[in-house]
């Protein structure tokens, strides 16, 4: 017995050790990154603005990229042209990348921290490290292929300032690492979000300068950092010049100058007012939706125990980690954290924040912990870590407390991180679902058609990223920069045809390299709201009384639907490259079929497949969508599976009694319909006017 005592105090002892190393660190903070962003890698794929870009590359291949980007972020062709040949259409690879990138970051923020104040306070540095690897508010990981570029110019500030430090630090030049640090600054020409943080360096350089050259007075200091500052300062003095007059503001505009220059006043008081909203929102908000319970309803019984048992177990381990760094802080007889460093570490979180917010605000651009307006938090990075951990560091004398609330912030910023890449996990396999529908029910599509829609029951899919694979789909010719179709969000663009009602206009859209023209009176209504199945809007066979749930704005696009753009011939399926398995063969299979049949008339081949689904329980979610099935019985003098599905719309939940009306009524007005007399009975019989 107390041999195995003995054997487990050594053990602790060496780990208690191992955990003064970088090593340690290193290791804690990739596990982290795994915790959060890696455990559903195989599962995740492309998202957001990754489609249009794996498009340019599909179209012209890495080459293509500089044209591309050329608008508003030239010198970021690199990244994509590297990337795009080394994984091409994998999105494990982009995936993994972008996790190594962020642990990068991580262990290059813990280092600078740590050279920056030398106070041997190993808790507070490997709390900031933790938090700055898991916060909970950016939740745009997922989107590999596109902040790849972000986490690689982020990881060039963050090792220019670590280079910088090294070499100050060291006492004597070094010609290498300086000019590596001057070249990495030049990261910020590829993209401006982290480049307003480069007003941190000459506050870094006199905090290294008091320490390095202690008897150095004032007047004497400051030349001295201006010189180290000066190559820095003048690479962000030129960026700004390039950035604001020569290459302009191509997207978004500085609203708030605009402003300002109209109105003083009111600019500075609006400023004043968001400051401190901005500041809760990237600390308290992103914290407080962190802390929620995960469930089965949401995550279903095996992820939820998964989750449950991630939270668990990194609870538990951090807590036991902190502790045994306390001990080890009051043995070296060090174990309260001295006032003044507390103070700088609010004061520098406060001042990064400025930073990091000062971009945002002359933009007037939202900032949110909601898609897609969280990706402007990955700047805050850096401040909201030292302010979380200088909020561990008060507790000082309750160092129980300290441990719970670094266990607690860990645990549950991991469980929001597993949520988060489960919604993407989702809406990925929900995108596949669409484009497959989308195949089985349009097999060919008449070119310069659009695509219209609103309400479409995808969360990290914009109308511009839906465009992408569609003309991967359904394009002959896509190494050309005209795109043959487009698919567009009314409730998300400018749109002066659409809540005109113009016919006949010309539309043109330009996607950076990309342009598509178009026309007006060649559009196609679509309704995409899963669980249902994909819905072809039209006049004649999927209104609003067949359809009675659709939205005022839906409603208004069913007159611009011409789904006789629709060709039965020369079948295109969606490219392998990105959706890799098809389908088995389900309910949307054969009611994407059989609503296409139902367009050419083919009632037959309805008969067929409706006997198929039913003989293999494919039921439909909404009620709406056994009417092309009614349809090809009712042809067919099927009287009884029509009577059939008649009494299960019937007695489905919603209003679809209307829609089975008109559609009954819309089949005896046919003249060549042969069974008049029979429908009409059974149309009163089922209370049809």
């Known amino acids: 017995m107390n041999h195995k005592k003995g054997l487990l105090i050594k053990l602790i002892s060496k780990f208690t050790l191992f955990l003064n190393t970088k090593l340690f660190v290193y290791i804690w903070l990739l596990l982290l990154c795994v915790l959060c962003f890696g455990i559903l890698i195989p599962k995740l794929g492309f998202y957001w603005d990754d489609l249009p870009y794996l498009y340019q590359y599909a179209a012209f291949g890495p080459n293509g990229f500089p044209e591309f980007v050329a608008s508003d972020r030239p010198f970021s062709a690199w990244i994509f042209s590297t990337t795009t040949f080394l994984f091409g259409f994998n999105p494990i690879g982009y995936h993994l990348l972008a996790l190594i990138l962020k642990w990068i970051c991580a262990v290059l923020f813990y280092e600078i921290i740590r050279l920056v104040w030398k106070e041997n306070n190993k808790i507070f540095f490997l709390s900031a490290a933790s938090i700055f690897t898991i916060y909970p508010g950016f939740l745009q990981q997922p989107i590999a292929l596109i902040y790849i570029h972000h986490l690689s110019v982020f990881t060039f500030f963050l090792l220019s300032i670590y280079l910088m430090l090294v070499t100050k630090l060291r006492g004597k030049s070094s010609y290498l690492f300086t000019f590596a640090s001057i070249l990495l600054t030049l990261g910020i020409f590829s993209i401006e979000n982290f480049a307003t943080l480069e007003m941190i360096r000459p506050i870094i350089l006199w905090k290294i300068s008091k320490r390095i050259e202690p008897e150095l007075n004032f007047r004497k200091r ?7 500052w000066a190559p820095y300062l003048a690479i962000f003095i030129i960026f700004i010049y390039w950035r604001v007059a020569i290459l302009k503001f191509p997207t978004y505009k500085p609203t708030f100058l605009s402003i300002f220059l109209e109105n003083p006043a009111s600019a500075l008081q609006s400023l004043i007012g968001r400051i401190p909203k901005d500041f809760l929102t990237v600390t308290v908000g992103a914290w407080v939706r962190s802390f929620k319970i995960p469930s089965v309803s949401e995550f279903g019984a095996a992820a939820t125990f998964l989750v449950w048992a991630l939270m668990a177990s990194t609870f538990l381990t951090s807590l036991f980690i902190f502790f045994l760094l306390s001990s080890n802080e009051i043995k070296a007889k060090n174990p309260k954290v001295k006032k003044h460093f507390i103070l700088e570490i609010f004061a520098s979180s406060f001042f990064l924040f400025f930073l990091s917010g000062s971009i945002i605000w002359v933009l007037d651009l939202p900032l949110e912990i909601e898609f897609a307006w969280d990706r402007m938090t990955i700047a805050f990075l850096p401040s909201i870590a030292l302010f979380a951990a200088g909020l561990i560091g008060i507790f000082k004398r309750t160092r129980i407390t300290q441990a719970i609330l670094f266990a607690i912030l860990i645990c549950f910023s991991i469980g929001s991180h597993f949520e988060n890449e489960m919604a993407y996990k989702r809406d990925w396999e929900t995108l596949q679902n669409f484009i497959w529908q989308l195949s089985w029910r349009i097999p060919s599509l008449s070119e310069n058609s659009l ?20 003309n991967l789909t359904y394009s002959d010719n896509i190494s050309s920069n005209q795109l043959s179709y487009l698919v567009y969000y009314t409730d998300a ?50 209104n609003s009384i067949t359809n009675p749930n659709l939205s005022f704005r839906q409603v208004k696009e069913i007159p611009f639907s011409k789904i006789d753009l629709i060709k039965p011939q020369s079948e295109h399926t969606p490219d392998m490259r990105l959706f890799l398995e098809k389908p088995s063969e389900n309910w949307c299979y054969y009611f994407e079929k059989a609503d296409l ?12 497949l409706g006997n198929m689904a039913i003989n293999a329980n494919y039921f439909p979610r909404v009620a709406s969508e056994w009417l092309p099935f009614l349809e090809g019985y009712l042809w067919k003098g099927n009287w009884e599976k029509s009577k059939w599905i008649i009494e299960n719309i019937q007695s489905a939940e919603g209003n679809y009694s209307d829609g089975l009306c008109y559609t009954l009524n819309r089949i005896i007005e046919n003249p060549d319909f042969p069974y008049k007399k029979t429908l009409s009975e059974t149309r009163l019989s089922y209370n049809c006017p």
Do not use: H
Not at 222 to 228: A, D, F, V
Not at 454 to 467: A, C, I, M, N, W
Not at 597 to 608: K, L, N, P, T
């Open 451 to 470: 695509l219209i829609a609103s309400e479409v029951g995808l969360k990290y899919y914009s109308d511009t990223s839906l465009t992408a694979p569609v």
């Open 597 to 608: 049949a139902r367009q050419f008339g083919d009632y037959e081949e309805i008969e067929r």
């Open 222 to 228: 400051i030349p001295k950092i201006l010189i180290s």
């Open 493 to 542: 663009r400018d749109n002066a045809w659409f809540e005109d009602e113009i016919k006949n206009q010309e539309i043109k859209k330009n996607y950076r390299s990309f342009q598509f023209i178009g026309n007006s009176s060649n559009v196609i209504a679509f309704q995409f709201e899963p669980p249902g199945c994909l819905k072809m809007l039209d006049r004649t066979y999927s």
